[in-house]
């Protein structure tokens, strides 16, 4: 789940299992939604979107699902690697798709992968 | 994706002076916005910039505190005005893309 201020939700994981990053977002007119990656010092990696219209998208090694009924939204890393290590943010855009760039980010979630 | 180059990549600041952050995107884009991520949290929209308009801010921001430029469509700067130590963070612009939206690698800023 999601948390406030400065203690993050944490997810430790070994190399080489599956990590799932869950969210719960606000607003149940959001319709769009991205996941990020963000490594210290850098900004954050867009990973993988999905719209309000399907329940599972799929990408390289990762895949998205979005539950509308109970507001929840989750990233699935497959065969995690030390790489993957990073904080993982949600983000929800409510803009009706007239300006998708406009997001509320959630807490997120701090991943890390040990060798 | 896109190519997105904001400079300073990092400052320190005597309190009470500004700082003024450039944001160059790779080709011409509608929107861009500017965030800031306070130390250790997550990241919230400051404003949203169009060419030819004034900018849009959110609430609890205020265009004195945060005026942003905006005189072409793959240039933005925002500056930081009269700053005090609860203003260190990094500040990051994004566009949006087809695709999805995108950041640049942000400026982290330091007052001290």
């Known amino acids: 789940g999601e948390s406030v201020g400065l203690h993050l939700p944490t997810l430790s994981v070994q190399e080489g299992d599956n990590s799932i990053i869950n969210c719960a977002y606000s607003n149940s007119a959001s319709d769009y939604f991205i996941w990020y990656k963000q490594e210290s010092g850098k900004g954050p990696q867009f990973i993988i979107d999905?719209?309000?219209?399907?329940d599972k998208r799929q990408g390289q090694r990762v895949t998205v699902l979005l539950n509308k009924t109970v507001k929840h939204l989750s990233l699935q890393i497959a065969a995690t690697q030390p790489g993957d290590s990073a904080v993982y943010f949600c983000?929800?855009?409510?803009?009706?798709?007239?300006?998708?760039?406009?997001?509320?980010f959630g807490q997120g979630t701090i991943l890390t992968v040990h060798p | 994706s896109a190519v997105i180059s904001q400079k300073p990549s990092r400052d320190i600041c005597q309190r009470g002076t500004s700082l003024t952050i450039q944001c160059q995107v790779d080709?011409?884009?509608?929107?861009m916005f500017w965030y800031r991520q306070q130390p250790g949290q997550s990241l919230t929209l400051i404003a949203t910039?169009?060419?030819?308009?004034?900018?849009?801010?959110e609430s609890g921001f205020v265009i004195d505190k945060f005026p942003i430029s905006r005189p072409n469509l793959t240039f933005s700067t925002l500056t930081v005005s009269n700053m005090s130590p609860e203003d260190s963070s990094i500040y990051l612009c994004?566009?949006?893309?087809?695709?999805?939206?995108?950041f640049g690698q942000g400026t982290r800023l330091t007052v001290v």
């Open positions: 080709s011409q884009v509608t929107m």
């Open positions: 994004s566009v949006e893309r087809t695709g999805g939206a995108f």
């Open positions: 910039a169009n060419q030819g308009s004034e900018a849009t801010y």
């Open positions: 999905i719209r309000s219209n399907m």
């Open positions: 983000a929800e855009n409510n803009a009706g798709g007239t300006s998708y760039g406009k997001l509320t």
